[in-house]
C-alpha cells in the first residue's frame, strides 16, 4: 500500500504547485513578445528581441505609468510551440496584447490561435498576405509586409526604369517566393513587361548547375529566394559567367546585409526592393540606428525584423494608452486605427485590413564605410499591400500560387 | 496484479481531478502530453515488442491530419465522416507502409521508416494545390454538438482523455494476450516462433498497421487542438521527439511512453520560461537520464515499487538483494 500512499502524496502534491502558479494579481498589463530565438531561424526572432528591447529603453517613462511589462517567448519557429506559448500567454501568464510571431508558417498558426482567443495581437515580421486578407480577424494587424507588397514596386521599376522585358526567375518552391513573384508580375505587367518564366527548386538546393546550364534567354534573372540557397546561386551564377549576359536581380530578402559579406564585391550594384533599408539617410532612421548600436553593438546591423519588433511594440504601447488600459475591444480600436508619422522606416497608417500602407524602396547595394549595405535610389511611396489595385478586386482574385498569376502578360488575366 | 490496477486507478483519479483543479493552459499542456502520448504509445508498441525504431509513426499522424483538414476545412465533411475516413486513410496508408517495410530488420527498417516519412513531409510541403505546402491548412474546427462547444479546452480535454485512456488499456489487453506474447517471441527468437508455427510476417505486419492506426488516432487530435495542419508536424524533428519522449520514459513498458512525453512537456514549458538556453538543460538531462537510467523512467520507478511492495520476496533471493 505505500507506494499508493507515495502516488496520491506526489500527484496531489504536483496538483496543489501547479494551481498555484495560476495566480496572480492582475492590475499590471503585460506584453508578450513571441519569435523564434533559438533554431535556425533565430536570427529573425533576436533581431525582433533586440527591436523591442530597444522601445522597452526609449519608452521606459511610459511603461511605468501604464505599469507594463513585457515578457519574451521562444516559437522556436515551430508552429505547434508557437500555439502552445501563445495560450500559455494567455491563460498562464494573463498577457494582454501579443507581438509577433515573425516568420510565415507561425504567423499563420499565431492568426489561426488569435482567432479562437480573441488576443489583440501586432504580427511584426510574418509576412503571408492572407493574415491581413482573405483570412483578417478583427484582432490582428500587423507592422510589417506582405510578401507581395514591396514587389509590386519592384516589377513596375524593373519594366518602366531598367526596361526589361523578358525576365527569367528562379525561386525556392513554397508560399512566401510564390507570393513575391504574385506582386512583381502584376507590377511588371501592368508597367508594359513582357514575360516571367519560373522555375522552382525545393529548399535546400546547393548544386544549380542543371538549371543554369539549362536557363533560358531574358533580359535578367530574378533570384526569388534567400539564405543558403540564396549565396549558393549567387556563386555559381557568377561562376558560370551569366551576370555577364544577364543582370541578377533579388527577390527582398536576396541581398540581406549578412550575405552581403560573403557575397562580396560583385554583390554591388544588385537591386531588390523592400519597406525598409539599412542605408536609408532620415533623421528618424539614423536615430533609431544610432540608439541600436549603442545598445547592441554596431556590429549589429538592425534590419526589417528588428525594427518592426520595435515599431509593433510602439503600436502596442500607443494603443494601450489611447485605450487607457488593457480593454480589450478599446485596444483594438486603437490598433486599427494606427498612425505612425516617424517609424524608422519611413510614415505609414494601417489600411482598413490592418496591415501598413508605406513606402517601399528600391535598394541597390553599395560601399558605404567600409560596410556593403542596401541604398535607396527609389522611393514608391504609400503602397498598400494590394499595390496599385483595388483592395476589393484584390481579393476577388485567386491567391499567389506555384504558377498564378499567368507569367505571360498577355495573358487575358492582365487586361 | 494488485498493484497494476492500483496504479491505473490513481492514474484516473489525477486525469479526472486535472481539469477541476488545473488552469485553462495546464489543461491545454494535458491534451498536447495525451496526444503526444498516443504517438509515443504507437512508437512504443513497434520499438519495446518488435525491437523495430519507426521514425515514420508522427508521418501517420500527419498524414492523419492532412485528411481531417482537407476533407473537413476544403470539401465541409460533417465530423464523424471525417474522422472515419482519416482513420480509414491512415490505416490503409499503413498497411502500404507495412508491405514495404515487415521484411527489413533494425538499421535497414529505422532507413526505410525515414525515407517513408521524409517522403511525406516533402510531398505535404510541395504539394501545394492539395496541402497548402508551408502555409498549410487553417480553420480546422471541432463542431459544436447539442450546444457543447468541443472546442472548449475542457470539453476537448474529456474527450481525448477518454479516447487515450481507453487506447492505452486495450494495448495493456494486447501486450497480455497471445498475440502481444508472440511479439514478444518474435523479437527474442524469431527462428524458434517460425520454427513454434507462428505466422511472424504477418503478426508485424498487424502490430505495424496497428501502431499506425493509433498514430492517426493522435493526428486527427493534433489537427484539432492546432486548428491548423501545415508541414511542421511531419518534420524530422517531431520524429525524434517521440523517439526521445519514449526512450527517455522507457519504450518497453506500457505507461512509459507516456510518461516519457510527460516529462519532457513539463521540461519544456518550465525550462523555457527562464532560458533561450532551454534545449541545452534539456538535453544535458536526456544524456544524464538515458545514462543513468538506460531502459528509461517507467523501469527505475517499477524497480523501486517492487522492492518495496515485496520486502519478503527481495529478502530470500540472494540475487537481488542489496537491502532486506
Known sequence: MKYAKTLIIGSVSALAVGATAHLQADDTLRIGVIGPTTGVFSFFGEQQRMGVELAMEELAERLDALNLEVEFYDSQGDAETTVDRLRAMESRDNVDLVVGPVLGGTGLAGLEWAKGSGMPTVISYSAPEDITMRDRAENVVRAGWTGAQPMFAFGEYVAEELGHQRIVMVGQDYSFPYNQLGGFLKGFCAAGGESVERIWHPTGTSDYSSILATLPDGDALLYNGAGSDGLAFFQQYHDFGIDARMPLLGGSNFFAVGDLPEMGEQAIGGLSALQYAEGLESDTFLAFRDAFWAMHGDEVMPLAPAEHGYVAFKMAVDAFESANGGDRDAVIAALRATEMPDAPRGPFHLDDYGNPVQNIYINEVQEVDGRLVNVPIKTYESVSQFGPFEAEAYLAGEPDSRDFPPGSCADPYYD | ?324
Not at chain 2, 119 to 141: C, E, H, K, P
Not at chain 2, 242 to 262: F, H, K, Q
Not at chain 2, 293 to 314: T, Y
Open chain 2, 1 to 324: 496484479m494488485k498493484r497494476e490496477y492500483l496504479i491505473i486507478l490513481a492514474l484516473l483519479a489525477v486525469l479526472v481531478a486535472w481539469p477541476l483543479l488545473m488552469g485553462n493552459y495546464a489543461v491545454s499542456q494535458a491534451n498536447r502530453a495525451m496526444i503526444y502520448a498516443l504517438a509515443a504509445l504507437s512508437f512504443s508498441l513497434l520499438a519495446g515488442r518488435l525491437g523495430w525504431f519507426s521514425l515514420c509513426q508522427t508521418t501517420f499522424a500527419g498524414i492523419s491530419g492532412y485528411t481531417v483538414a482537407i476533407l473537413g476545412v476544403r470539401f465541409g465533411l460533417p465530423f464523424p465522416l471525417v474522422v472515419t475516413l482519416a482513420l480509414l486513410l491512415t490505416t490503409l496508408s499503413a498497411v502500404i507502409f507495412g508491405l514495404l517495410t515487415v521484411r527489413s530488420r533494425k538499421v535497414g527498417f529505422l532507413m526505410l521508416t525515414l525515407a517513408l516519412g521524409q517522403m511525406v513531409w516533402a510531398l505535404s510541403f510541395q504539394w501545394v494545390d492539395v496541402t497548402g505546402g508551408y502555409n498549410g491548412i487553417a480553420g480546422v474546427r471541432m463542431p459544436v454538438y447539442g450546444g457543447i462547444d468541443f472546442n472548449a479546452t475542457r470539453v476537448f480535454y474529456v474527450l481525448v482523455t477518454t479516447v487515450t485512456v481507453a487506447i492505452f488499456l486495450a494495448v495493456w489487453r494486447l501486450y497480455r494476450s497471445p498475440f502481444g506474447l508472440l511479439l514478444l517471441g518474435i523479437q527474442e527468437n524469431e527462428q524458434r516462433m517460425r520454427a513454434l508455427g507462428h505466422p511472424v510476417a504477418l503478426a508485424r505486419f498487424s502490430a505495424f498497421v496497428l501502431a499506425g492506426a493509433i498514430a492517426g488516432v493522435a493526428g486527427v487530435f493534433l489537427v484539432y487542438d492546432m486548428g491548423i495542419m501545415s508541414p511542421s508536424p511531419l518534420g524530422l524533428g517531431h520524429a525524434v521527439w517521440v523517439l526521445t519522449a519514449a526512450v527517455l520514459g522507457g519504450y518497453r513498458s506500457l505507461l512509459g511512453p507516456a510518461l516519457g512525453v510527460a516529462v519532457l512537456i513539463t521540461l519544456e514549458t518550465l525550462v523555457a520560461q527562464y532560458t533561450d538556453r532551454h534545449m541545452m538543460v534539456i538535453g544535458l538531462v536526456l544524456l544524464l537520464s538515458i545514462l543513468l537510467m538506460p531502459r528509461g523512467l517507467a523501469d527505475v520507478l517499477e524497480q523501486r515499487f517492487k522492492r518495496k511492495s515485496k520486502p519478503q520476496a527481495s529478502a530470500t533471493t540472494t540475487t537481488q538483494g542489496e537491502e532486506p
